[in-house]
């Protein structure tokens, strides 16, 4: 292994008003789990990889950003069945866009959570993710 490079994303933060119930919506839909909680701030994890930080925060800010006045995600997940976990969070009322199926570049498609963060989720079989 190389010293001194980065080796990849170790988690992402995004900002919730309801710490708590953001983080059992997290864990209702993804199978997250909770770990090193503290006051105002707690990890989700997948197994032992962290996933996202949640914080909460005292204003209305969110992990999105605007491209001709459109929402954009700043994170996207991974999935191997992105028809099942579409289903699944449809059936949930989770708010979801439709799946695009972008041919070579794999499907997508974008969810919001209950504090307007918005995600992208993807499914690709070409590529591999190392866990």
């Known amino acids: 292994m190389e010293v001194g490079k980065i080796l990849g994303i170790a988690y992402n933060v995004i900002p919730v ?17 909770i770990r090193h909680q503290r006051e105002d701030y707690l990890s989700l994890f997948r197994e032992n990889r962290p996933i996202l930080d ?16 459109k929402k954009r995600w700043i994170i996207t997940f991974f999935t191997n069945d992105i028809v099942s976990l579409h289903d699944y969070l449809k059936s949930e009322e989770v708010k979801v866009g439709d799946i695009s199926d ?5 499907k997508f498609f974008v969810l919001e959570d209950l504090d307007g963060n918005i995600f992208d989720v993807w499914q690709h079989h070409d590529c591999e993710l190392v866990y």
Do not use: C, M
Request: aromatic share 16%; no cysteine; net charge negative.
């Open 17 to 33: 008003k309801d710490l708590e119930k953001s983080a059992a919506w997290f864990v209702k839909h993804f199978g997250f789990n």
């Open 54 to 69: 949640l914080i909460q925060s005292d204003n209305d800010s969110r992990a999105v950003f605007e491209i001709k006045q």
């Open 102 to 106: 972008e041919g070579e570049y794999g």
